[in-house]
Nanobody
């Protein structure tokens, strides 16, 4: 069972920056896909960014170059650096792990709140 613990959320003004961290309970070198998702009230959970073990990354269309996902195998962590935050980015951000490329279990953290307001 993979355990994920997010941190780094908080309140910022529009245009501000935050860096989210996700600490993983296992060697992430063996986890195929790590990602960040978000969910705001009344909306479905959506993908923010994903990164696999081969260096591939992908982002939601709304990111528009503002966010960067990174994996640090030495710290068994995945990060999401967010710049130029907008009110629309307000949501609970969740870390997700998919250890196997083909099928298998998916694991989620409990989430961290990001609030962007003036």
């Amino acid at each position: 069972q993979v355990q994920l613990v997010e941190s780094g959320g908080g309140s910022v003004q529009p245009g501000g920056s935050l860096r989210l961290s996700c600490s993983v309970s296992e060697d992430i070198g063996g986890i195929y896909l790590l990602g960040w998702y978000r969910q705001s009230p009344g909306k479905e959970r959506e993908v923010v960014a994903e990164a696999d073990t081969y260096g591939w990354t992908d982002y939601g269309a709304f990111v528009k170059g503002r966010f960067t996902i990174s994996r640090d195998d030495t710290k068994d962590s995945v990060y999401l650096s967010m710049n130029n935050l907008d009110v629309a980015d307000t949501a609970v951000y969740y870390c997700r792990a998919k250890p196997s490329r083909l099928g298998g279990s998916i694991y989620w953290g409990l989430g961290t709140q990001v609030t962007v307001s003036s």
